[in-house]
């Protein structure tokens, strides 16, 4: 059986590893990117460029998707001249944005009055996860629909996960960045604690690391904490604050409070304002230590606990 071509709009940070991993794994894969310097490294792999996102999906079998928010969902597939009008029917659609569960879910109710199949599969990882096939993929889909993507969704996740239908990856995704971004402010308040107590941060690291309270985020995020601020972001926290918002207005549809998630958001909304927009999301901790005078790139001043005799309350 030929293999099916497959389009791919989206080559960001993380769509363009993805499509290179489908081009290498034999697909014939047709790209469009308003930017010419993203679909150049494709085109040198054996992609094939077309000038806009409508005439990939003329040719497309599988319109493969990754997008930063609703906005841009909507615009490919429902606005004006959207992709849906330009699939064949017995086309399938393949999301890979963390959007809202709302718009995948309107995609896939107009998808199938064309006989358009839609699989919503948000992604966890990074662009290094993105070149070596070990993401982590959430599928929402028709059952059978699952099992005819799985091919293709196999050359790119090391993990995968089928949890129901369609809109249900980007919920599940959404509690993940909802807890990631919400303890990325917490580790900016443990660790400005302890600089302004005088404690050797890297200390701290190693100890929490080894103990109850360290886990995988911690491990990540906390060594580049104590370097001076990246200026490259595998994952943006203009994003992650996009992430926040959609948690906390999914929590207000269904009625389930988010109080901490809510105050976990103002703080991205705060380092937004100041320019931090395109800063890596692990940056909020640094904003957190900052307001309350501790640097965590390099050592605090010691706390004199003989002061009061060296006794804790």
């Known amino acids: 059986m030929d293999k099916p071509r497959i389009g791919f709009v989206g080559l960001g940070t993380m769509g363009r590893p993805m499509a290179l991993r489908l081009i290498e794994a034999g697909y014939e894969v047709l790209v469009a990117d308003r930017r010419p310097e993203a679909t150049r490294p494709l085109e040198a792999a054996g992609a094939i460029a077309l000038p806009t996102p409508l005439l990939v999906a003329d040719e497309a079998d599988v319109l493969m998707s990754c997008l930063p928010s609703d906005h841009e969902l909507?615009?490919?597939?429902?606005?004006?001249?959207?992709?849906?009008?330009?699939?064949?029917?017995?086309?399938?659609?393949?999301?890979?944005?963390?959007?809202?569960?709302?718009?995948?879910?309107?995609?896939?109710?107009?998808?199938?009055?064309?006989?358009?199949?839609?699989?919503?599969?948000?992604?966890?990882?990074?662009?290094?996860?993105?070149?070596?096939?070990?993401?982590?993929?959430?599928?929402?889909?028709?059952?059978?629909?699952?099992?005819?993507?799985?091919?293709?969704?196999?050359?790119?996740?090391?993990?995968?996960?089928?949890?129901?239908?369609?809109?249900?990856?980007?919920?599940?995704?959404?509690?993940?960045?909802l807890i990631v971004g919400s303890a990325l402010v917490l580790i900016g308040e443990a660790l400005a604690l302890a600089?302004?107590?005088g404690a050797d941060l890297q200390k701290v690291f190693e100890v929490i690391r080894s103990s109850s309270g360290g886990w995988q985020l911690w491990n990540e995020v906390v060594p580049?904490?104590?370097?001076?601020?990246?200026s490259v972001a595998n994952f943006r926290l203009d994003l992650m604050?996009?992430?926040?918002?959609?948690?906390?207005?999914?929590?207000?549809?269904?009625?389930?409070?988010?109080?901490?998630?809510?105050?976990?958001?103002?703080f991205y909304v705060a380092a937004g304002a100041h320019g931090m927009g395109q800063a890596p999301a692990h940056e909020v901790a640094r904003v957190i230590a900052r307001l309350g005078n501790a640097h965590l790139e390099r050592p605090a001043p010691l706390l004199d606990l003989a002061a009061d005799g060296g006794q804790g309350e």
């Open 74 to 177: 909507f615009e490919l597939y429902i606005g004006p001249e959207g992709a849906l009008e330009h699939l064949r029917p017995g086309a399938i659609v393949i999301d890979f944005s963390t959007a809202s569960p709302m718009m995948i879910q309107r995609i896939a109710a107009d998808a199938t009055l064309r006989q358009i199949q839609v699989v919503d599969a948000p992604v966890c990882g990074g662009p290094v996860e993105a070149q070596q096939g070990r993401l982590t993929l959430i599928v929402g889909a028709e059952p059978a629909v699952f099992e005819h993507v799985l091919a293709f969704l196999q050359v790119l996740g090391q993990e995968i996960h089928f949890v129901g239908r369609p809109g249900m990856g980007k919920v599940i995704k959404l509690v993940n960045n």
């Open 195 to 197: 600089a302004n107590a």
């Open 224 to 230: 580049e904490l104590l370097r001076p601020p990246a």
């Open 241 to 266: 604050m996009k992430d926040l918002e959609l948690a906390v207005r999914l929590g207000a549809d269904l009625g389930s409070p988010l109080p901490l998630t809510a105050l976990a958001y103002q």
